[in-house]
């Protein structure tokens, strides 16, 4: 079985982009576990960033600890792009 470059690029490019997806949500929850400052612009940015990218989880756990619901909310939110990612990238290459 050959793998053509062009599945090839397109499923690094996809693996690539799920990475970083993942990298700012858990970099997200590190910030907040260790209680970055908030009026940083760097912080800010990861924040909206992180906001934006688990809209759809964030508030999906309801565990009385606030860090509790952050690292289920926005970890849950990590393992799924990278699931996803690494799936299509696999299936990329493959065709």
Request: charged share 15%; glycine share 6%.
């Given at each position: 079985?050959?793998?053509?470059?062009?599945?090839?690029?397109?499923?690094?490019?996809?693996?690539?982009?799920?990475?970083?997806?993942?990298?700012?949500?858990?970099?997200?929850?590190?910030?907040?576990?260790l209680?970055?400052?908030?009026?940083?612009?760097?912080?800010?940015?990861?924040?909206?960033?992180?906001?934006?990218l688990?809209?759809?989880?964030?508030?999906?756990?309801?565990?009385?600890?606030?860090?509790?619901?952050?690292?289920?909310?926005?970890?849950?939110?990590?393992?799924?792009?990278?699931?996803?990612?690494?799936?299509?990238?696999?299936?990329?290459?493959?065709?």
């Amino acid at each position: 079985m050959s793998v053509n470059r062009r599945g090839s690029s397109a499923s690094r490019v996809v693996m690539i982009i799920a990475d970083i997806l993942a990298v700012i949500l858990v970099l997200w929850i590190v910030m907040y576990l260790l209680d970055a400052n908030r009026g940083n612009d760097l912080v800010q940015w990861v924040h909206d960033a992180a906001n934006w990218l688990a809209g759809w989880s964030h508030d999906l756990f309801t565990f009385d600890a606030a860090w509790a619901r952050v690292v289920a909310g926005y970890g849950l939110a990590a393992v799924v792009y990278l699931a996803i990612g690494h799936f299509v990238a696999n299936q990329l290459r493959r065709h």
